[in-house]
């Protein structure tokens, strides 16, 4: 019994004078890993044009129910995307989200993406609802630079 006593003390005076790895998070941030799931962003066609042809995949594929796309149909006048639908309605709840990446995996036309940016802050609920004017990458001759929300 007493051996195991000094098995344990062994290691936590071990562990009291190794490194610390805490760092002050809001003054120094560690860089994410390579392949961290973040935010999600809507891709656009170099033209300008909306990729998201709303076919619903992803919204089908994401296991926790937070994506909602409504689809409508391109017309002539008003062209958003070079398919015959484009998303009318493209919201992302992420508070739901689980960032997951199934619902960039099911995306045919390559449309949404995920940043490495993970710290979500906001007052209320409906802050964390992300639609698709916040989604949406800028015109390809925009200048603000963008960062998703």
Request: charged content about 25%; hydrophobic content about 35%; aromatic content about 10%.
């Amino acid at each position: 019994m007493l051996r195991e006593i000094f098995k344990g003390l062994s290691v936590t005076l071990r562990e009291m004078f190794s490194r610390k790895v805490t760092v002050q998070y809001p003054e120094r941030r560690l860089p994410p890993f390579p392949r961290t799931h973040g935010r999600h962003f809507l891709r656009r066609h170099p033209d300008g044009l909306e990729r998201c042809v709303g076919c619903t995949l992803c919204a089908g594929a994401c296991p926790a129910n937070a994506i909602f796309v409504q689809p409508a149909e391109n017309t002539p006048e008003k062209r958003v995307s070079p398919g015959e639908r484009y998303a009318a309605v493209y919201k992302i709840n992420m508070i739901r989200c689980i960032y997951c990446g199934y619902c960039v995996e099911a995306c045919p036309v390559y449309a949404l993406g995920m940043t490495d940016i993970s710290s979500l802050v906001s007052y209320d609920r409906q802050g964390f609802v992300y639609d698709k004017e916040h989604l949406l990458e800028p015109h390809p001759g925009a200048i603000d630079k963008w960062e998703p929300l």
